[in-house]
């Protein structure tokens, strides 16, 4: 069976790769989600905190109490090559480009056009082949319109694209009021590609401690629901190429996310419970339930229920709700 | 031959450069003000820098200076080429080495930045007397003045020993020369292969140890040989004088600059000549200099070489017109004829007479007189009070200068107005505090004009002895012509201030010279400022004509996104008004050292201190001074009203920075100081201090517990004590089950709190409504000055809860009054709490011995020390011997306590008929394990007194005398972990092995804090530290464990963040134990790099994740047949890695070499577990009485 799709530009032999995630730490790993037959490892991102904090935070530590007592003049030592970026990732990037001969997306994550995004030209001077930038915004300012939030988020990629020449593509959150306008506004800023959702960080609450303390569980199918929705609103409407990421879960859902429209498909919750190789099992399900299916391949299947082309859009839309909605009262 | 780099650096590098190119083996040990010479070389081996023989010196940090000295004498006798780097106590511990090594014609130069031996108090700062000390030990002595000098001198003296095989001592002034920042000529790796002669260096090697050709050295001699074969050695001492002169020679023809043994300055007929070593003859040679030009006849001579002492070559340099000189000492020798070099001189001049050599036909008058003692100033003025003394007829000898001795005389008069500085060198006084940035930046300004312009420039930086909220004073000149001037800038052509509220405490503008300029940082307008200057600072800039220019620099530095860093926009505003160099080029200069300082670190960083320069302009305002004062307040007093006499009329002078004006009438004559003084010292420097709300507190006591500086406290008190309360004290009813109807308090101390927020981040309080807010909260302390201010003199004055009735647990140990507080150390600091809580428990009853270290500085240095009397008078008599010997120190402490007690016992014993043998039975029996205990056995003691003071007889009277000691004392041992690990472990163990009742507390921060984070043997695995620059390879030493296998020692493992119950219980539990007790305490800290308010979570971590495991073996437990172990925390919960990515000190290493960071964490994260299991096992381990009682119940 073809499995083959093109996402960013790049002919894959399938639309299966690992997501970002803390997998590409160990190159081990990344050998073994090759051989399971990914079409491109997708590198966890690279906070705009992580680059600036990180100088600041540690010049801050390090200078705050030196030159103001005599018998200490410093309190660390000072190496001429100490580096404060996250050269580590880098150098990571730069391990798995020697390792697979796949494409590499390598990820950067930040919501302004500050100095960290000179990380962006040293990512492709590493040898990543394309870019995801993550853009997790939490706008909970009061005072802060819709507009600018979308309207920084552009010039961020403006200032990515403008640093690079390897494809950017922008990896939002569903929380958006018009979310299909603004992914033709990131297409006409350039973006090459969307990325269709990053998770959202849900803090719970200690209601003993009063503290709000951070959890992050696995993805289910049940999350790709949102996904689908959005990813069949704009296959073909936008140049960019999509990628479905999150509640890919079996060959099925995987099948699922095609048929909406989607390029490319990110797992990682699966492949943390189940380990790398299930990437395969994942592409096999997926060859087999084409064949089975008398599929000629994957291509006919793009987006054949997308809201462009699905029997009945209103399924995807308000009316489909007030459907549901009634019969549930019912 | 490359060409030689014109540069700035200080004394420290200028000497480290030298030495560390022409050896091969470095060991050191860290003392101040040496200390950077051994971290530069450090540093430069750790990068791989190369000797002039292409390869890369092995340097070593020992154990303690004698260490090093080992080290040294080993290295040598094998054959390599090696030095060292000392100053004052550690040189002296070097001594008996420099002695072997001598004897021995090693060739050697090891490298001194002279500083004063501790005497009456210990003194960070430079004089001779630590030099002195070894002329004895036939090292010879080669002295430099200047940093220039102290390169120079690092490479004559290497050249000068492999010569004449006499190894010498090379020194310069701690901090005037070695912390010195001036502009020199660098000497090239080329110039450094000609002065070194490789065929010495064959010599030298040749006469290593080697099996392949084996020789014995260090033989015993007796009295048939010694004498004979010491004497032997007679012809290289001869012959090492031509040596010197020959490598000088040789120098002059490479560089330039000639030196001589003895270098002689001024009139050629001169008739009065000073002579002088070290930096002061700098000092001198601009005075003679000025006096000459205007025809006196006056000379110095600059004492190069002071061992040996070439009598001839020092006859040869003084004039033969000479009528008087005067012979100036860096020391003092009490009870001598008179200083070293004074005495040398009279003997010259009688030696050259006896032997037929003088010029003179009469001698002339020679006097001697001391100066500069502890980096005490020495400048022109007091030169030319030496000159002028010695024109009399009947000059003083054993004179002083520099200070005003109103006891015994000695000291002459001099002139402080007095200043020959010509008009072309351009003056500068900064006054920063230490976390502004003031002091690197400066030092960058030196960079950008001695290196980027052909001007000639100094720095020199004086600190005061505050960790926390430190000020510091920058004094800078810039000139065409070198800068001789070694003594502070009195008249400055610009002043700046960076901080507003320095002056309200300092006479800034004290330093300015008429028609200067004067910089300001404040948070007010150009309009604005004037009105909110003292009506000192106002008649100032009146009276000397000041160009007056206001910034807020804060402001900009928020703006720009730079935080609280003043530093780059101080320096840009600095260049924009001072005029020394055009604005735009300095600016750009600025931009270019910021790039390169952080251009490798982060381009983010880069970026946002460019931006700080640019928005620095636009926001420096020139201020319009009206032409009359209109100030609405005078400079405050610099002390309360009410503080004691000796506080106003002596500590208050210090405080204000004007201690050099006080007398030596003023000063106790034996370095014995009153205690409590810290509390008349308000130094205001927390910008937010935590505000109470009772409605929610639930009264833990946790944050005053916490609290570094004693400066939140709780009382209980009867509802009755609330009378005249200010109205905004705040107060509620005390919640317990023991003790009913009491009011409780806490109250923050607002000037003297330094604002950690350590105790809002340990408060478990929280608003059930709106979390966010606590129990304690931080709060912007202008305010809240006044009103918290009434409302804690109120609380002090409410009388402290009877200790007998408290329960010592956290909550009730911290209704102990603290008598150690508002200490010196630094926001957040770790060590503190313990040495607060050991002061509220014991003490009133307590002997404290302290290592040298961060806790003598905040525990001793002056102007004010936080140990405090309680309302009977009693409080910890407190003392610092040395950093090695603290244990021993401690023990003898128990000693004398104890033999005291013992010949009380045995006077009332004997006195019974007298006295009673009820109350003596009482006193002997009594049970002192508690507070009840032992304020009963004080009752006791009082009846004592009054039954024998009827009692005619010698008994009664030694009785009166000591009947205190029979009330139980507790001795401690304070310090940190250089003192118990390293340099003072010997004498730990040793007092470890005595059993005597001596407790000793470890005041851990895995790192020598003090100074500047060298690495100790309690630095953990995979820490980054000076001398472990790529991460420490070996787990920590086990200090615990290696006490606990005394199997007597009380001992335990503590960390009050994690477990402050098991904190307070520790330091019962080693208070009560009759042996030995030793209490290692995780101590947080500044050299871990972090943000200190989180200490508490960090020190969680360490025990959570297995780091740091909590125990207390108590050998009474195994008297009971039980397991004296007890593990009081649990099995690693959390990841290494959580923990020590926290701190800067293990994260660097992932910048560094990352690789060797995930191997160090992956080894010590086994390591962890495995030392955990080992305590787990040990804990569960039964003891042989309980096995077989388990036996028997089986077989039951």
Redesign the interface.
Known sequence: MDLSTTYLGFKLPSPLMPGASPMVDNIDTVKRLEDAGASAIVMHSLFEEQITRQQFGTIHHMEVHAQSFAEALSYFPEPDDYRLGPEEYLEQLGRIKKTVSLPVIASLNGISAGGWVDYARKMQQAGADALELNVYYLATDVLETGTAVEGRTLDTLQAVKRAVTIPVAVKLSPYYSALAHFARELDQYGADGVVLFNRFYQPDIDIEELEVVPTMGFSTSASLRLRLRWIAALHDRIRPSIACSGGIHTSFDVIKAIMAGAHAVQVVSALLKHGPEYLKDLRDGLARWLEDHEYESLQQALGSMSLEKCPDPGAFERANYMKILQGWQA | MPERRMITMDGNEATASVAFRTNEVIAIYPI??S??MG?FS??WA??GMKNVWGTVPQVTEMQSEAGAAGAVHGALQAGALTTTFTASQGLLLMIPNMYKIAGELTSMAMHVSARTVATHALS?FGDHSDVMACRQTGYAHIVSNSVQEAHDFACIAQAATLASRVPFLHYFDG?RTS?EVAKMEELTDDDLRVMIDDELVKDHRLRAMTPDRPVVRGTAQNPDVFFQAREAANAYYDACADHVRAAMDKFARLTGRQYRLFDYVGHPAAERVVVLMGSGAEAAHEYVEWAVSRGEKVGMIKVRVFRPFVVKEFMAALPKTTRAVAVLDRTKEPGAIGEPLYQDVVTALREARDDGFTQFSADPRVVGGRYGLSSKEFNPAMVKAVFDEIAKDRPKNHFTVGITDDVTHTSLDWDPEFDIEPAEVKRGVFFG???D????AN?NSIKIIGEETPNWAQGY?V?D?K?AG?V?ISHLRFGPRPIRSTYLVSKANFVACHQYVFLDKYDVLSYAAPGGVFLLNAPFGPAEIWDRLPREVQQQILDKKLQFYVIDAYKVAKDTGM?R?VNTIMQTCFFAISGVLPRDEAIEKIKETIKKT?G?????????NFEAVDATLAALHRVEVPGRITASYDMPPTVSDRAPDFVKRTTAIMMANKGDLLPVSAFPVDGTWPLSTTRWEKRNIALEIPAWDPAICIQCNKCVMVCPHATIRAKIYEPSRLQGAPATFKSVDFKSPEIKGMKYTLQVSPEDCTGCKICVSVCPA?D?SN?KHKAIDMHPQMPLREPEQLNYDFFLSIPDFDRTQIKIDVKGSQFLQPLFEYSGA?EGCGETPYVKLLSQLFGDRALIGNATGCSS?YGGNLPTTPYAANRDGRGPAWSNSLFEDCSEFAFGFRLAVDKQMEQASELIQKLAGQIGETLVDELLKADQSDEAGINAQRARVVELRKRIAGIKSPEAGRLDLIADYLVKKSIWAVGGDGWAYDIGYGGLDHVLAMGRDVNLLVLDTEVY?????QQSKATPLGA???FA?GGKAIPKKDLAMLAMSYGSVYVARVAFGANDLQTVRAFLEADSYPGTSIIIAYSHC??H???LSLGCEQQKLAVDSGHWPLVRFDPRRAQAGENPLRLDSKAPKVDLAKYIYNE??Y??L???D?VRAKKLLESAQREVRARFSIYEQLAGFKTADASQADAAETKK
Do not use: W
């Not at chain 2, 940035?437 to 690197?440: D, E, R, Y």
């Not at chain 2, 490798?600 to 946002?608: F, L, R, S």
């Not at chain 2, 804090?1009 to 984070?1013: D, F, K, L, M, V």
């Open positions: 101040t003000p200390s950077p971290e450090d540093e750790a990068k960070i901090f912390h505090l230490g976390a940035g003031t002091v690197g030092k930086f600190y002895s960790k430190a510091t935080g860093r952080y490798k670190k982060g381009e983010t960083i880069v970026k946002k929280k059930k979390p630094c500085i804090s003090n100074t500047g984070g980054v530290a000076k620059m500044i050299a790099g972090y943000d800067t000190r994260r660097m992932e910048g560094i990352p």
